[in-house]
T-cell receptor, first 113, second 110 residues
Framework: AQSVTQLGSHVSVSEGALVLLRCNYSSSVPPYLFWYVQYPNQGLQLLLK??????LVKGINGFEAEFKKSETSFHLTKPSAHMSDAAEYFC???????????FGKGTRLHILP | DTGVSQDPRHKITKRGQNVTFRCDPISEHNRLYWYRQTLGQGPEFLTY????????KSRLLSDRFSAERPKGSFSTLEIQRTEQGDSAMYLC????????FGPGTRLTVL
């Protein structure tokens, strides 16, 4: 069965500092991996995804994530945090192209001035 | 706007009442998914359709819940005899590969 574990339900970083949100997954087959962002009272927006190929994936708003099969990880990073990055971030896994998405419990990112 | 739309955006109801939500997918998206998100949790899969066929239902979808997608276009999710535990955000997504999410319907059961 697939599952996703996000380490830290809340993460605080200073504006301009590195953002690192951790995600580990469990899957019996090579997974499709995603990061979504959710702003208050809004739906989910896709930040980036890994399907096949290059393991370093770049997304919107300066975010990127690296798929590490040996560590079963897909951590999200951004070199310099901005106040507008404050939101809830969800790591997710999918078995194949048409399957349902399994989400982690989310990490709320707080940006300190 | 050509994204996924959901109606209503907010619904407040009393325990025991029936509610129905609607999802309009992106045109020509043959797959449609429903998820439920409770406070402090990630979205959880409820059910999905390929065209008008309901292909999978989660154990979360009790017999009080029913979903339809007539003619393979819009979809409705009905909850009968609502309970306080049904309070959540109900998200719809449509797909031909990548899932695009709607803004959700927030249900509050008093």
């Amino acid at each position: 069965a697939q599952s996703v574990t996000q380490l830290g339900s809340h993460v605080s970083v200073s504006e301009g500092a590195l953002v690192l949100l951790r995600c580990n997954y469990s899957s019996s087959v090579p997974p499709y991996l995603f990061w979504y962002v959710q702003y208050p009272n809004q739906g989910l927006q896709l930040l980036l995804k890994y399907t096949t190929g290059a393991t370093l994936v770049k997304g919107i708003n300066g975010f990127e994530a690296e798929f590490k099969k040996s560590e079963t990880s897909f951590h999200l990073t951004k070199p310099s945090a901005h106040m507008s990055d404050a939101a809830e971030y969800f790591c997710a896994v999918r078995l194949n192209r048409d399957d349902k998405i399994i989400f982690g419990k989310g990490t709320r990112l707080h940006i300190l001035p | 706007d050509t994204g996924v739309s959901q109606d209503p955006r907010h619904k407040i109801t009393k325990r025991g009442q029936n509610v129905t939500f609607r999802c309009d997918p992106i045109s020509e998206h043959n797959r449609l998914y429903w998820y439920r998100q409770t406070l402090g949790q990630g979205p959880e899969f409820l059910t999905y359709f390929q065209n008008e066929a309901q292909l999978e239902k989660s154990r979360l979808l009790s017999d009080r819940f029913s979903a339809e997608r007539p003619k393979g276009s819009f979809s409705t999710l009905e909850i009968q005899r609502t309970e306080q535990g049904d309070s959540a955000m109900y998200l719809c997504a449509s797909s031909t590969g990548e899932q695009f999410f709607g803004p959700g319907t927030r249900l509050t059961v008093l």
